[in-house]
């Protein structure tokens, strides 16, 4: 789930270099996620600035182990919250049944978290 806008954003750029990545950022959003969009794009802006934080590392020789993962950069509660995003986008399940994500995204929330 998380590697999709960037494997989608990287092919377009391949066709077009001078296309406008924010609206291509925007279009992908819209048109996989649909109603659902903006919970999402809370939980992969979330993501990305946790992870590019290097307080969250501790400093420039940190090395990408169990506790700097999931003790320092995606602790419990930061990863509770995100759920709570993904949680609140499948509230509306007819709506957002109908764009190419969702099963995707389904199945992604039933094995990283619980099944619904």
């Known amino acids: 789930m998380y590697d ?6 990287g092919y377009r750029m391949m066709w077009n270099i001078n296309e406008n990545s924010d609206k291509m950022i925007e279009e992908f959003f819209e048109k996989l996620y649909g109603p659902a969009k903006d919970y999402i794009i809370m939980f992969y802006t ?15 020789d940190f090395k990408w182990d169990w506790e700097t ?14 759920m709570g995003y993904l949680k609140k ?8 049944s109908h764009t190419p994500g969702y099963s995707v995204f389904y199945k992604f929330l039933a094995v990283c978290h619980r099944t619904f």
């Open 69 to 82: 993962c999931w003790a320092n950069t995606y602790p419990p509660e930061f990863v509770d919250k995100l």
């Open 89 to 96: 986008a499948l509230v509306n399940k007819f709506a957002l």
């Open 4 to 9: 999709a806008l960037n494997v989608y954003v």
């Open 46 to 60: 979330e993501m990305e600035m946790a992870y590019s934080n290097p307080n969250n590392k501790g400093g420039p």
